[in-house]
């Protein structure tokens, strides 16, 4: 069980709370490409906690921890996708810790997070992958979050505003007639 995960025994918990917080973002359906985000005043962050696993990129600052979590709880949303190691782009690993490289267990998901319309970035998971390399894997599996999915596990309620204005400028730029593919960010 996570420890945020809600218990028979103890009530609701600080996630069952966290959800109900982000019930308008989680129902939310993207049924396009061309969808943009609206600003919810009533956002609400998810800041970490000791212990969380953070995915800082820039301003943007993802709590996977939360997220995992909440991609345990609701496997049917998130189903597993095999991934060829050739669709990610290779950036080296001399920057990721060699122990954790080692320790790490490919047999995990990665998550891939929608960035712009179509294209995803991994937000979990560089270890395993640089571990996938080095012995020659040539799949793993992952989660694909689209946008909105991750959304309500940015930290901090300037990362959202911002988020939403970099999102709708992706939209924006995609038009509605793009025909954008998924693809991993190169």
Known sequence: ?????????????????????????????????????????????CPPEAGDELFPNGIFEFNISRLLAFIHTHPERFPLELLELTDIPNYGDAALDEAAIGSADSSRPILLAEIAPGRYNVIDGHHRIAKARREGISTLTCHRLRCPEHVPFLTSATAYEKYVEYWNTKVDAAGPDSGVAPRLAR
């Open 1 to 45: 069980m996570f420890p945020d995960e809600p218990s028979r025994t103890r009530g609701p918990s600080r996630y069952s709370a966290f959800l109900r917080c982000h019930r308008e973002i989680f129902s939310t359906v993207i049924n396009s490409v061309s969808s943009k985000l609206k600003l919810d005043a009533k956002f609400e962050p």
